[in-house]
């Protein structure tokens, strides 16, 4: 009996309705199907987002010039929310894999060029005047042996800030017709199916969870020099 008998489960079911409509889902391969499709987006947008994040964000932060230059593209277009691309993603890619990667692309990219931006910036400029005396004055000397290593800390903590708003923006990338997680969902609450929509919520909330879990490992392991 949902919350005892108070909520009408069409609207919130019990837990109870729970393991049974995970079975169904897993059972009729619809489960796996969403859960896969939505991790190729899921991955393919985070990388992409992410790695362009980390290389505009540390190019703008080494260079003033980068920075006055692009600020103008910055402030026009942080401010645009993630869906509102959602019919340029259709027009330029129709309703494709490539338009939720896209999405989830643009959701992550904002967070992570911050960041590295950020981090840059915030190097101790101490640091940049000792490497001037060992002799690193080039550029990418001063990238790879100075800026980067004290940087890393900040730019991490962006990215695992992506993972969860990568999968925001999943739902959103999916709920136009991508086959995934979003996708079911929707077609789950067109029918009032919300044990089905709750199971894939809990899916979500699960897989986050490891992967946050394994990015906290790998972080350690990079930062393992601060220990």
């Known amino acids: 009996m949902p919350f005892f008998g108070l909520v009408n489960p069409a609207f919130l079911p019990g837990p109870s309705a729970l393991p049974k409509a995970f079975m169904r889902e897993l059972s009729s391969g619809a489960w796996l ?11 393919v947008g985070l990388f992409t987002g992410a790695g362009l994040g980390v290389a505009l964000g540390v190019l703008v932060g ?3 010039i980068a920075e006055e230059s692009t600020a103008w593209v910055v402030r026009v277009l942080r401010p645009i929310p993630g869906l509102a691309w959602v019919p340029f993603a259709i027009i330029w890619f129709g309703v494709t894999p490539q338009a939720a990667v896209f999405i989830i ?7 992570v060029f911050f960041a590295a931006q950020g981090a840059i910036r915030g190097v ?7 490497a001037d005396a060992f002799g690193f004055r080039s550029p990418l000397q001063r990238l790879v042996k100075i800026l980067l290593p004290a940087a890393m800390p900040g730019i991490l903590v962006g990215v695992r800030t992506a993972l969860g708003q990568a999968w925001m923006a999943v739902v959103a990338a999916e709920i136009f017709g991508v086959a995934g997680v979003g996708q079911r969902m929707m ?21 986050y969870g490891v992967l946050d ?6 972080q350690k392991w990079v930062l393992r020099w601060k220990a």
């Open 213 to 218: 879990t394994a990015f906290v490992a790998f």
């Open 33 to 43: 199907a969403a859960v896969l499709g939505s991790l190729q987006h899921y991955f």
């Open 62 to 64: 080494m260079s003033r």
């Open 187 to 207: 077609q789950a609450s067109s029918l009032l199916a919300t044990d089905i929509v709750v199971v894939y919520m809990l899916t979500m909330a699960a897989l």
């Open 124 to 130: 101790d400029r101490d640091l940049v005047e000792v």
């Open 105 to 111: 692309a643009i959701g992550v990219f904002w967070i």
